[in-house]
């Protein structure tokens, strides 16, 4: 089984010193995103997933025009959930992540001041809603500590096209690695990059090795962003 983890292309944050919830992608983020596309679309996935938000969507948008998909999107695949920092200062939210990094390492599941989703929770809900995805693809974590998988079809292909904290977490769920709450920056990964696992097959069951971190080979070097 092949999974293919694609992060949006480079969303427009701030617009006018303001902040922007659920942005929609740059200029250069839908270039970005066609370029993405056009690298992956002569690729044979069985499902191609989508998280709920916007730039997400619109990365998504062009793999699927030329694959001739409709848009199947997964909630669960949602970033975490900031607070509701619409039209605030940019130096706001700037401020109140250089608070969140400053604190000590365990003080961090509790998240940014002001509201929005703590980390312990984001993880939960996207571990959770992994796993009862996975199940519907016949796919379910061993009943033991090593990180094995039942696989029902060990052949199918799929691409998720989501973000760096939900891309993260699938990636710790998949090998085995006990979440953190700071999942964005364990695995770094560039806009509109690729990231892809393979399974193998040890013994009863299956396991999965990393086999490429944040691809970004398809885009021209003036084009490469975090």
């Known amino acids: 089984m092949e999974i293919v983890l694609i992060r949006h292309g480079q969303p427009e944050w701030v617009r006018d010193g303001r902040n922007v919830v659920d942005p929609p992608l740059t200029t250069l983020g839908l270039m970005q995103a066609q370029r993405v596309g056009e690298e992956l679309h002569a690729e044979g996935f069985d499902h191609v997933v989508v998280s709920p938000l916007r730039r997400a969507r619109q990365t998504a948008a062009p793999l699927l025009g030329l694959q001739r998909r409709r848009e199947v999107v997964e909630p669960f695949l949602e970033e975490i ?24 390492a365990a003080e961090r599941w509790t998240g940014v001041r002001g509201g929005g989703e703590p980390p ?43 973000h760096a ?4 977490v699938l990636l710790c769920q998949l090998l085995g690695l006990q979440p953190v709450p700071w999942e964005w920056d364990r695995f770094v990964t560039q806009h509109a990059s690729v990231t892809r696992l393979q399974s193998m097959q040890l013994g009863d069951g ?13 885009l021209p070097r003036d084009a490469r962003t975090m």
């Open 206 to 218: 299956h396991t999965f090795s990393l086999r490429r971190l944040s691809d970004v080979e398809h």
């Open 165 to 168: 904290g939900t891309n993260g």
């Open 81 to 104: 959930r900031e607070p509701d920092w619409h039209g605030s200062p940019a130096e706001m939210m700037e401020a109140a992540y250089a608070e969140e990094r400053s604190r000590p």
């Open 120 to 162: 312990s929770e984001f993880v939960e809900r996207v571990r959770s809603g992994a796993a009862d995805f996975f199940s519907r693809l016949g796919m379910r974590r061993a009943e033991h500590d090593l990180p094995m998988w039942h696989l029902e079809q060990p052949d199918l292909k799929l691409a998720v096209v989501a």
